[in-house]
Nanobody
Framework: QVQLVESGGGLVQAGVSLRLSCAPS????????IAWFRQAPGKEREIVAA????????YYVDSVKGRFTISRDNAKNTVYLQMNSLKPEDTAVYYC???????????????????WGKGTLVTVSS
């Protein structure tokens, strides 16, 4: 069992940056694909970005391309989501999730995710 712990959320103004972190409790990420999802108030949860821990291949939803960057730090066993130029529409609870699939595009099907964190709230004010 892998427990994922997110951190880094908060209340920020539009245009600034924020970095989210995700680390597993009790296990290394190993060969997992790690993804960030988000759920805005009144909306369905959606994929934001993903990275394969070993190969480093990445996936981004179109709405965050050029603004968000997903990365990993092997030494710290942590995945980051760097969010720049934040917009009010980025307001959501952000969830970290992990799957055994090596194809990062597999994250578009949330059923492929084996483990989920509890989420961290990001609020972007205008």
């Amino acid at each position: 069992q892998v427990q994922l712990v997110e951190s880094g959320g908060g209340l920020v103004q539009a245009g600034v940056s924020l970095r989210l972190s995700c680390a597993p409790s009790g296990r290394t990420f190993s060969t997992y694909t790690i993804a960030w999802f988000r759920q805005a108030p009144g909306k369905e949860r959606e994929i934001v970005a993903a990275i394969h821990w070993t190969g480093g291949s990445t996936y981004y939803v179109d709405s965050v391309k050029g603004r968000f960057t997903i990365s990993r730090d092997n030494a710290k066993n942590t995945v980051y989501l760097q969010m720049n130029s934040l917009k009010p529409e980025d307001t959501a609870v952000y969830y970290c999730a992990a799957s055994y699939y090596s194809d990062v595009s597999s994250v578009v099907n949330q059923r492929n995710m084996a483990y989920w964190g509890k989420g961290t709230l990001v609020t972007v004010s205008s």
